[in-house]
């Protein structure tokens, strides 16, 4: 004989695991972005050779901060890292001794960059803090403002001489 079993239907509540499931699905994604920006933000490099000597050491390990050049133009002064061709790895580690407008040392006494001067040449030059060991500009030429891939600002490595870097 069977007997007459009554078979309660359970409800189940899935509102509150969908809910977390969600802002899960959310904060990793937010976390995702912002990491990716931050690795745009800023590149480690690791300095090689002696040609920024003493500022930066061969082996000293740098943060770039590769956004900062969208809002303004590299100064004088500012050590970069750029991209040049004909420079064993194909990026680079250098000041920025003038750039952008600078004077011709001719008669005119206008800006080189200026459109009524064509053929003149237009850029950034850049040296090492160590010429006597440097490939720079004085081997490889002006360098164009979307060469410059960013700004040397941070030393992370040796501890002992990590900070800001000026």
């Not at 050491?57 to 740098?62: L, S, T």
């Not at 160590?130 to 979307?146: E, K, M, P, V, W």
Request: charged share 20%.
């Amino acid at each position: 004989m069977r007997r007459n079993s009554k078979v309660r239907a359970r409800r189940v509540d899935i509102t509150g695991n969908c809910a977390r499931i969600v802002a899960s699905v959310a904060a990793g994604a937010a976390l995702a972005g912002a990491m990716a920006w931050v690795a745009r933000l800023a590149v480690r490099v690791e300095v090689v050779g002696p040609s920024m000597a003493p500022t930066l050491a061969d082996g000293d390990r740098v943060l770039v901060n590769c956004l900062v050049y969208r809002w303004r133009s590299p100064r004088a002064g500012e050590i970069v890292l750029a991209h040049v061709p004909n420079v064993p790895g194909g990026l680079t580690i250098k000041r920025v001794a003038r750039g952008g407008l600078w004077r011709d040392q001719g008669e005119s006494g206008r800006c080189a960059s200026d459109p009524r001067l064509p053929g003149w040449p237009s850029g950034y030059v850049l040296l090492g803090d160590n010429s006597g060991a440097s490939t720079d500009s004085r081997s490889f030429g002006l360098i164009g403002r979307q060469q410059i891939r960013g700004r040397v600002w941070y030393r992370y490595w040796p501890p002992a001489r990590r900070g800001p870097i000026d």
